[in-house]
């Protein structure tokens, strides 16, 4: 049962179960379901956000006469203030246990509490601290790290410093699960001095930060733009002995990347191996995405030569990256003839960037036997696939055909209301009260009544254009007759 709910299998869950209190009933030898049973069936369905449900589990428990214990309490303690957020129910169930001899234990009031600072309410966790201790229960790091993390939550950086303080003269330090709280926030208030200095006390605080503490940090670093050093961590990190992870790459990948250091992105990657990294096709991409931005495509293809020599196999994003970067190269036929002749497995999003280019460098004769391959290949057209070819009929003034495309993605795709925005702005701008007509019309036999964001949209948009002025306003109004079924 436990297996099938980690799988995320809940009704599976609940047939085992069904089958065990059936074979529970049917033999007199045989064993009904316990309480270990009952709450396995119960934190699957509250962890699934089967509230009702789970309820409904514990009520029969005590009808079969199943006594629960501490685990049931912290399980429902869970659901009423993770999944429901009805803390009042929490607060009951914990006195209404309490009366059939089940005491809340620490994990029950670390539970409660860590709902309470998600909820945003961090002054009422200080109240179950309160009565923890009042209770004779002593709380341990996972109780207050909640705190803490909520008071950083809300910038409140030096009340959770204080508290974090207040942990060590109590006897409960703070392990690197709350410094990695506490660095994350020194972080986003880019207040990397204290960061550092952090680090540096590790030792005699008696913690060891992890790679997620350096992550954190890089991360940081990087949102501030300061890739150099990000990289300089790196290298203390490994000094450490601590082994980069995926993310560690993807961080700097990315930092290196958005700050134009193309060059030190490429080194890293190829210094990866030695790293004992796997940089897979996310990392490749990240670089090749930058390289196609800046226009090198050369280098891109490189890139994707050499990731497959080392038997990094392309995703369909490294493939949509290298075409993208052969039409930047202005290497139309070699991209045509990748996509088209199945060179890759080619989708509509590969064939969105031909269309794009094609319109602008090669005319809508070579566009239109794009879109015929893509039917051929039995690729739908998306709403970008759409837009694209709205907007280029608009800029050349062929409203009609334009009208008449939008029309055929009321088939395929359905309403866009982004499409129909673009197109409707277009119209106006351009006086072309007949096609806007016939585009309305066109939506209602399609079944598309216009709502209050098409009545919206279609209005504002000519107004903007000064429809609403003098002798134009009879065509507003015409439009909006239109629109209310008046024609």
């Not at 029969?60 to 685990?71: C, D, F, H, T, Y």
């Not at 809340?104 to 923890?132: I, K, N, Q």
């Amino acid at each position: 049962m436990k297996a099938l709910a980690r799988a995320g299998d809940v009704d599976q869950v609940l047939a085992l179960f069904a089958e065990l209190r059936t074979y529970g009933a049917g033999k007199g030898d045989a064993s009904p379901p316990n309480v270990l049973c009952y709450n396995t069936l119960v934190n699957a369905l509250a962890e699934a956000g089967r509230v009702e449900e789970a309820y409904g589990a514990f009520d029969e428990m005590l009808a079969a006469g199943v006594a629960p214990n501490a685990s049931t309490l912290n399980i429902l303690v869970k659901l009423h203030s993770w999944r429901s957020t009805r803390f009042d129910l929490a607060y009951k169930d914990i006195l209404r246990m309490r009366e059939i001899g089940v005491e809340a234990d620490v994990g029950t009031y670390s539970t409660l509490v860590t709902g309470l600072c998600r909820a945003g309410r961090v002054g009422e966790a200080w109240g179950v601290l309160e009565w923890m201790l009042e209770e004779g229960c002593r709380p341990m790091v996972q109780t207050y790290t909640p705190i803490v993390q909520g008071y950083c939550r809300e910038g409140r950086v030096e009340e959770a410093k204080e508290l974090m303080a207040t942990m060590e003269r109590a006897g409960c330090p703070p392990n690197v699960v709350t410094y990695n709280v506490l660095i994350r926030a020194l972080c986003d208030a880019a207040r990397f001095d204290e960061v550092t200095q952090v680090l540096m006390e590790s030792t005699s605080k008696d913690w060891t930060p992890s790679a997620v503490t350096y992550n954190t940090f890089m991360n940081g670093l990087c949102k501030k733009g300061m890739a150099k050093e990000a990289l300089e961590l790196l290298d203390v990190m490994l000094d450490e002995g601590l082994d980069p992870t995926d993310f560690t790459l993807s961080i700097l990948l990315n930092c290196l990347c958005h700050d134009s250091r193309i060059l030190d992105a490429i080194c890293l990657l190829e210094r990866s191996t030695s790293l004992k990294w796997y940089a897979g096709a996310v990392a490749y991409n990240t670089v090749m995405s930058r390289l196609c931005g800046e226009g090198y495509w050369i280098n891109v293809l490189k890139l994707l030569t050499g990731m497959i020599k080392k038997g990094i196999m392309p995703n369909t994003r490294s493939f949509n990256i290298f075409i993208r970067s052969l039409c930047v190269g202005r290497k139309f036929d070699l991209a045509k003839s990748l996509v088209c002749n199945q060179g890759f497995a080619a989708n509509v999003v590969a064939y969105n960037i031909l269309i794009s280019w094609f319109y602008r460098y090669r005319g809508p004769t070579e566009v239109n036997h794009l879109i015929l391959d893509m039917k051929a290949q039995k690729i739908a057209p998306d709403e970008v696939t759409y837009t694209i070819i709205v907007v280029r009929f608009c800029k050349d003034g062929n409203f009609d055909t334009a009208t008449n495309w939008f029309l055929e993605s009321l088939e395929i795709i359905g309403l866009s209301r982004d499409l129909f925005a673009v197109l409707t702005n277009r119209l106006a701008h351009n006086d072309k009260i007949w096609e806007m007509i016939r585009v309305l019309q066109g939506m209602e036999s399609n079944g598309f009544i216009p709502d209050s964001s098409i009545f919206d949209v279609t209005i504002r948009s000519f107004c903007r254009k000064g429809y609403c002025h003098d002798r134009d306003i009879c065509k507003l109004n015409f439009i909006l007759d239109t629109m209310l079924g008046r024609q």
